[in-house]
């Protein structure tokens, strides 16, 4: 059994496809493993969701910040992109809407030693520690008082993760560092204007995984989200996310043993100005 996790696909149907084939994906014995971001902004999210959502327990995803924001329109809370319309208006959009909604913000597999989360861990936080703050929102996101969260994630404050924050500060922070996180300041809090590859950062920035005394430097982390970031020579760190939305790649590794890193071209769905 091959175990791959492979980068944000945002609707990208095609790509995904050929990426599976290019790595001879055998859906009886294989697992995949998402690293959020199935939909949106490419024209395939519903195509992608019935795919992975079909493979059953062969398949892992987490939350991204765009699966979140997908429910949020569901809901009513936003307007739908355009790109979102034919998943929104399918037959089966509640069930694959509720499977979404019952995904986690983070799995851990103890077996492999990889953490998959969608952009990170706060560098404050131990992994046993994270893995709480993920469930808090879990089961709040999997309840009945779901909608009441979707409508108080949105916003960048409060920056700084305290332990005594609570309510929808507390959650909506959490959400943020587990979906939207790149770079912090000096006391930790998050900063949400800059977007770029390390080293086009503003003085007092550093990437998330370079914050000095990160306490979770010694897990094996998988993420997504950046997809400027480039090549990286962190230890423990695999960012996934290589643009596949925006005319760059999609990208997968081999997790179960060395059988190394698989990518293919994609065509660009979005010109690179809303990144």
Request: proline fraction near 7%.
């Amino acid at each position: 059994m091959a175990v791959f996790a492979i980068g944000d696909v945002q609707g990208c149907a095609q790509a995904l496809k050929r990426l599976l084939d290019r790595i001879r994906f055998d859906p009886d014995e294989d697992r995949l493993w998402f690293v959020g971001d199935l939909v949106n902004r490419g024209p395939q999210s519903l195509e992608v969701m019935r795919f992975v959502r079909g493979l059953g327990d062969r398949a892992i995803t987490v939350l991204g910040n765009h699966d979140l924001h997908l429910l949020a329109m569901a809901e009513g809370i936003h307007a739908p992109s355009a790109e979102l319309h034919p998943l929104l208006e399918a037959e089966d959009a509640p069930e694959l809407l509720f499977w979404l909604r019952t995904r986690p913000l983070l799995h851990l597999d103890e077996d492999l030693g990889y953490v998959l989360v969608h952009a990170g861990l706060h560098p404050h936080w131990t992994l046993e520690e994270a893995v709480g703050y993920a469930r808090e929102v879990e089961q709040t996101l999997a309840g009945n008082r779901y909608i009441d969260l979707l409508a108080n994630m949105y916003g960048n404050e409060p920056a700084a993760w305290s332990k005594g924050l609570a309510g929808p500060e507390r959650q909506r922070l959490i959400i943020n560092i587990f979906t939207r996180m790149r770079y912090l300041g000096a006391d930790g809090s998050l900063d949400f204007r800059h977007n770029g590859a390390p080293g086009t950062q503003p003085d007092g920035l550093v990437p998330w995984f370079e914050a000095p005394g990160r306490r979770n430097a010694g897990e094996h982390i998988l993420f997504g989200h950046w997809s400027t970031l480039g090549v990286i020579d962190t230890p423990n760190v695999y960012p996934l996310d290589t643009g596949c939305v925006w005319g760059g790649k999609l990208t997968t590794l081999r997790l179960d043993d060395e059988g190394g890193w698989f990518s293919i071209p994609c065509p660009q769905a979005r010109k690179p100005d809303r990144r």
